[in-house]
């Protein structure tokens, strides 16, 4: 089942306990700004920002200017009104070369780019929106074994590989400058994911069913299982926009 709808997503914050659809919530927000470390005023994207949470937080955090995009209208609707301070707009990450935005510093995304199968047109649009010198911080999930992952049905097959996230950026002129580990890390969060939904299964089955509830729990007790496996992992790449 996919869980990037508007309303599963709605879900999903319901369960983490903010507008945040990535494991890891704001301990995922602080290790991913201790590599990527936005300074004070520099225009940064948040690619694929969902509810807007995580955006806001990192604005916060940071006084970067954040702009966070998402395919997801309803979601940057509800951002834009949640989060007032921060600028969002809705369009594909693919085609922001067309948008008219200021040149970025840095890019982050959590967990969006694994639903996208078009990974050359995410990086030729980060680059076509950079300046020379820009870095980039890509917290996702590594699909170690595709078969084994597809048959499991938890996430979609466009999850890419440790080879893809290596070769296809650098296509761009995004050079890899670090890759962290987080198999460990993503099974400890998801395991806490699946003791906050039954902890709270009384309520979440209200708002909306417990054949839903069911539903989305096996959904995330499979992804734990392939995470467990070795069939899926995580991490933070990181990378440099280079001069061709
Ligand atoms: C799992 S959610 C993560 C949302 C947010 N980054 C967070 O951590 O809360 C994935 C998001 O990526 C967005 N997304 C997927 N493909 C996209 C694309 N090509 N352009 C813009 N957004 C995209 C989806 O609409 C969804 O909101």
Redesign the pocket.
Known sequence: MTM?SFAN?EYLARIRGGD???PGEEEAIDLVLSYLRPRSGETVLDA????GA?ADAIRKKTSADVIG????AQ?IGYAKATYPGTRFEAA???MLGEMALPKIGAIYA???LY??ADLDGCFSAFRRISNAGARAGVFDYIAYDADALADSNCLPSSVHTTAEMRQIPERHGWACTGIVNLDLDYAIWYRRFLSRMDENRAMLSAVRTPDFFDEVRKTYADMLRCLEQGTLGAALHTYVHVDA
């Open positions: 990037n997503k945040f659809a990535h694929g920002c969902g509810r995580t995009v998402d395919l997801d979601s594909d990450i693919t959590f967990n969006s639903a996208c």
